[in-house]
């Protein structure tokens, strides 16, 4: 059952609200490009922070602070706005930003393509911009992300070095969501074509949802007699759903699960061995590393010219090397840097505890001590 | 429909007064709910077919009726607002936000007043949950009952408010594990009653039936009504004692799987049965049972359950005629309500925990199983029993199509096409008959 027409109908009266609200704002504002386009050092340099939704809870926890810190490091100072989830008020919040006097624009973009007429206003004004996370189709607006194809190789690696041979289950994301394809073609090399793997159940789920999973994964149990040697889910919610469905045959702990996000409870479940991994995307390296390329773009670094930090750990390092890149989005080469995103297991588990981004113990929360190491 | 004079009828007369009826006729079976039966049956059968009777084993029957007991506790409560001449578009949501509801108390809130582990913590957990949804009810029914606005546009803004209401309680985070005792309302072999409770419980089941259609006899023979035979007396009680233990046999002879009950013995210290050790009725069947009949229990025998059906007949008759239909709509709502929580228990505790999207959905197949199950959006018709078949037609597709390795874009077409053809048996049914 897909999602409810009503519901659209009344998001689309919602916009034309907000819309008009939002012609208002850029209507009023007459004050554009009062800033100065470069600034000697880092000294004064004030970088301008765009968020599209800060209420989720990973922007407040690890990438805000990680981009003031980087920031503040090298004496700026950041201002920041939030759209609330509109791209509309984006629009409104990059034009106050750069009224404010933002020497650069860090952006998380609601759409890539709604926000180009505030990145052609902050071209006008002299102002460099970078798409935080989320690409923005402008060959001027620095990328920076993790490799998100990459996530779902890692996970093929990491569960088929765990279990080279046997039955598999693969547990997909929503049906309409592109990612749920790009993490499934990442794992073709690895899986599909591997002779001794075989695949006995597939299929994707409505909105990654959690109960759907659960559903699927009865089902693929009981067809399979329980001979279920490994399940690749594409996400940590779905594997909530999975792992509660091995746990009722007896197989959680048994039966490796993959997810990706780094959520607390699979990190929970990698502790206390029910999950093999969660993929997790380091956003604290993610708002360094913007924090300091802001700096550069700042201070008039050509975006070619742009390196990453080199002191980034190790594990979010980019594989391509410190260098800017170019990074091709639907014929749109833009320059960026690449992080890499990183597979949580039992034993570097440690890593998500000592950045601060989830506390020892909820994460260990019910593991025997001494069982392992990150939890004493 | 009562009976003015006091004196009751000679048995002779009350023989005679019954007419020559034929076969089925005879044996007064809703004849609606014995096809839903049949079509049960049938699609069970065909999957059997398709697999080569591997699709019949007890585990996958046990599987999808643990399946469909979110969606079918609170079918019976739809049907009642249906019945009404209401909707509720608003379930879906209140299951998320109770669902997120129990979990943070019992994750985060309790234990740092009871402990963890505290016996008591899951049961505090699910009153706050069961008076959370009873109070969400009451207000999306007081606003539909008293203020008048309508229940679509109320249970819509509902939808809305209380998946907002869900994020906020923890800002989208995943709330997982729950309470170990609690998880037991998710089934799965631990959450299930054990192979001798479910006979017991068959047993019991089966002293019920022979009692009900004791008394309801003595009933009809007290007010003069028209006897059964008594070869169809015995035909019903018979048959419906066998599908009864049938049905316990069917959930007995699902074993716990071995790696696991080993598990269990070596806690236990109990020695484990050479052919297995039998997992019995799980609890949330167990659950979807208790609401069936309490449901239908009020549906059919309590004032409340007529007036609902009298409402939803004709709503301008039933006031004229004394009854208080507002107060009885809002009563419906916090009956569907109450229902939500009880379904959010079982949801949470299958999934080990609650996340942001659960119950998401939930109103279109929850109508779906209720109109599945012969209730009409005309009102004043519809049966508790039907909704609680429809949402296992339901569920015996998805997980039939699912073990058949079908994707889900499949599995929701073949859905879409169940809910149309059952309505329109439904409607040529009723033209041909009035």
């Not at chain 1, 554009?32 to 990973?58: C, E, F, H, K, M």
């Not at chain 2, 809703?30 to 697999?51: E, K, N, S, W």
């Not at chain 2, 009451?138 to 008293?146: K, S, W």
Request: proline letters at 5%.
């Amino acid at each position: 059952m897909k999602r409810n027409r009503y519901l659209i109908a009344l998001l689309a009266v919602l916009a034309m609200i907000v819309a008009a609200c939002g012609d208002d704002g850029g209507a009023s504002d007459t004050t554009d490009g009062a800033s100065d386009t470069t600034a000697a050092s880092g000294d004064d340099v004030v970088v301008g922070i765009s968020w599209n939704n800060y209420a989720q809870p990973r922007w407040a926890k690890a990438d805000g602070p990680a981009i003031i810190e980087a920031v503040e490091a090298a004496g700026g100072t950041v201002i920041e706005k939030d759209a609330n989830d509109s791209a509309e008020q984006q629009l409104a919040d990059v034009d106050a930003l750069i009224a404010e006097g933002a020497d650069v624009l860090i952006i998380l973009a609601k759409d890539a393509e709604a926000i180009l007429p505030a990145v052609q206003r902050a071209k006008d004004a002299g102002v460099p911009v970078i798409g935080y996370d989320r690409l923005i189709s402008d060959p001027e607006a620095f990328y920076i992300t993790f490799n998100n194809q990459g996530v779902g190789t890692i996970m093929a690696e990491v569960i088929t070095e765990a279990v080279p041979a046997g039955n598999y289950a693969i547990v997909k994301g929503h049906s309409a969501d592109p990612n749920a394809d790009f993490l499934r073609e990442g794992m073709v090399e690895l899986v599909d074509g591997n002779a001794d793997i075989n695949i006995v159940c597939e299929d994707y789920n409505d909105n990654w949802d959690t109960n759907n999973a659960r559903n699927m994964m009865d089902a693929c149990l009981a067809a399979n007699d329980n001979e279920i040697d490994a399940v690749i889910s594409e996400n940590d919610s779905m594997a909530t759903g999975v792992v509660a469905a091995l746990d009722a045959v007896g197989l959680a702990g048994t039966v490796p699960v993959t997810g990706q996000d780094g959520d607390l409870p699979a990190l929970n479940r990698v502790a206390l061995g029910t999950q093999l991994v969660s993929v997790w995307k380091d956003a604290f390296g993610l708002g360094k590393t913007a924090g300091e390329v802001a700096i550069q773009l700042a201070q008039g670094v050509a975006l070619e010219d742009v390196k990453a930090p080199d002191d980034l750990q190790e594990h979010v390092f980019p594989e391509a090397g410190v260098d800017a890149q170019t990074f091709d989005a639907d014929g749109v080469e833009v320059w960026s840097i690449i992080l890499k995103p990183t597979p949580i297991t039992q034993d570097n588990l440690n890593l998500v505890i000592d950045l601060g981004w989830e506390p020892q113990d909820a994460v260990c929360d019910g593991v025997a001590p001494g069982s392992v190491e990150a939890c004493g | 429909m009562t009976r003015l004079t006091n004196a009751p009828p000679s048995q002779a007369e009350v023989e005679e007064a019954a007419p020559r009826r034929g076969f089925l006729q005879a044996l007064e079976i809703d004849l609606r709910v014995f096809g839903m039966v049949v079509a049960l049956a049938i699609i069970l059968i065909g999957f059997g077919f398709l697999t080569d009777g591997r699709f019949l084993r007890p585990v996958n029957m046990v599987n999808l009726a643990v399946q469909s007991v979110s969606v079918a506790i609170i079918a019976t409560g739809m049907t009642m607002v249906i019945v009404a001449r209401e909707i509720d578009l608003s379930v879906g949501s209140i299951v998320g936000v109770v669902g997120m509801t129990y979990a943070v108390l019992m994750a985060r809130v309790l234990p740092d007043f009871l402990g963890f582990d505290h016996p008591l913590l899951w049961i505090v957990a699910l009153a706050v949950g069961l008076a959370l949804g009873a109070a969400i009810g009451a207000v999306q029914g007081f606003v539909v009952a008293y203020i008048g606005v309508p229940s679509f546009v109320v249970t819509l803004g509902g939808l809305l408010i209380f998946r907002g209401a869900t994020w906020l309680v923890t800002r989208g985070v995943t709330i997982s594990p729950v309470d170990p005792a609690f998880r037991m309302l998710g089934g799965g072999p631990q959450g299930s009653i054990g192979g001798t409770a479910s006979w017991i419980v068959g047993g019991l089941a089966c002293i019920g039936i022979a009692w009900l259609l004791a008394s309801a006899r003595r009933q009809r023979r007290r007010f003069g009504f028209p006897l059964r035979p008594m070869w169809a007396e015995a035909l019903v009680g018979t048959f419906s004692s066998l599908a009864v233990l049938g049905l316990v046999w069917l959930f007995n002879s699902y074993k716990w799987p071995p790696g696991l009950a080993e598990r269990y013995a070596a806690e236990t210290g109990n020695p484990i049965p050479p052919d297995g050790l039998p997992a019995g009725i799980p609890w949330p069947v167990i659950v979807l049972i208790a609401v069936t009949l309490i449901m239908t229990f009020v549906a059919t025998r309590r004032r409340y359950g007529r007036y609902v059906f009298a409402i939803g007949g004709n709503p301008e008759a039933s006031q004229l005629a004394g009854i208080n239909t507002r107060w009885t709509v809002m009563k419906t709502f916090i009956l569907i309500g109450l229902l939500c929580a009880v379904s959010a228990a079982v949801a949470t505790a299958r999934l080990d925990g609650a996340t942001l999207d659960l119950g998401e959905g939930y109103e279109l197949y929850v109508i779906a199983a209720s109109v599945i199950g012969g209730t009409s959006f005309s009102g004043g018709i519809g049966t508790i029993p039907g909704a609680v078949l429809g949402a296992l037609v339901m569920s015996s597709l998805a997980y039939g199509l699912s073990f058949m390795g079908f994707s889900s874009p499949i599995q929701d077409i073949f859905a879409g096409v169940v809910l149309i053809i059952a309505v329109a048996f439904d409607t040529i049914n009723r033209r041909r008959k009035a």
